[in-house]
């Protein structure tokens, strides 16, 4: 059954207020975790000149915002929790679009790179395409997009008052191609421990330059 307007406002609507509600508590459980990883597999990729132009999409509480700041490149965070945003304004010293993912308004050719840290299995499957094909236009050409989701087999819905999408390799790859994205690298995390140890697949993507 496809999931209908309000379905998606009630995903949207939900989701958000989970993390409005654990902003402060989830600032506290998330500030120290060691993503340099992820970090250094967007930035080594982009092939313009620095300081880069990125989104930090679903920035939450801005300790990636705060990390590319530092790095000093131009860093503006997307988060659709109200709480969360005002949280990574205050942490980081970036501008932060308050956008649900759902409903994106977002520039054409703005950006060399986005960074989707665990955002982007928030997202419908139904919805994911064209939210991918928003994505791929708010990238210059040439740019980079770096994504890290919980992997699975296909399962969706609710989990633990979250909405959630969780793909495998396979699946994601399609999805990514289909946007009009070329592959440039996969591996899953954490690192160095055996595959059913490593609940997280992150993998980078290249917008064609024409």
Not at 22 to 27: H, M, P, T, Y
Not at 142 to 149: A, D, E, K, P, Q
Request: charged share 20%; proline share 7%; glycine share 10%.
């Amino acid at each position: 059954m496809p999931l209908t307007t309000d379905d998606l406002k009630q995903i949207a609507a939900q989701t958000l207020a989970h993390y409005d509600q654990r902003a402060q508590a989830f600032w506290e459980g998330t500030r120290d975790h060691d993503v340099s990883q992820n970090v250094a597999a967007l930035l080594q990729h982009i092939e313009a000149t620095p300081p880069f132009e990125l989104l930090d999409f679903g920035c939450g509480p801005g300790r990636d915002l705060t990390t590319f700041k530092a790095l000093g490149h131009h860093a503006i965070g997307l988060e659709g929790s109200t709480q969360l945003a005002a949280l990574a304004r205050t942490n980081s010293g970036c501008e932060v679009l308050e956008q649900n993912f759902l409903e994106l308004d977002l520039p054409s050719s703005r950006f060399d790179g986005v960074f989707a840290n665990a955002a982007l299995f928030h997202v419908p499957s139904q919805e994911l395409p064209r939210v991918l094909r928003e994505l791929h236009t708010a990238l210059r050409p040439g740019g980079v997009l770096f994504s890290s989701n919980p992997r699975g087999d296909g399962e969706e819905g609710w989990n633990r008052g979250r909405f959630g999408a969780y793909h495998d390799w396979e699946t994601w790859r399609g999805y990514m191609n289909a946007a009009g994205f070329v592959e440039l690298t996969h591996y899953y995390r954490p690192p160095g421990l055996p595959r059913e140890q490593q609940p997280w697949l992150g993998s980078v993507w290249r917008k064609p330059q024409s």
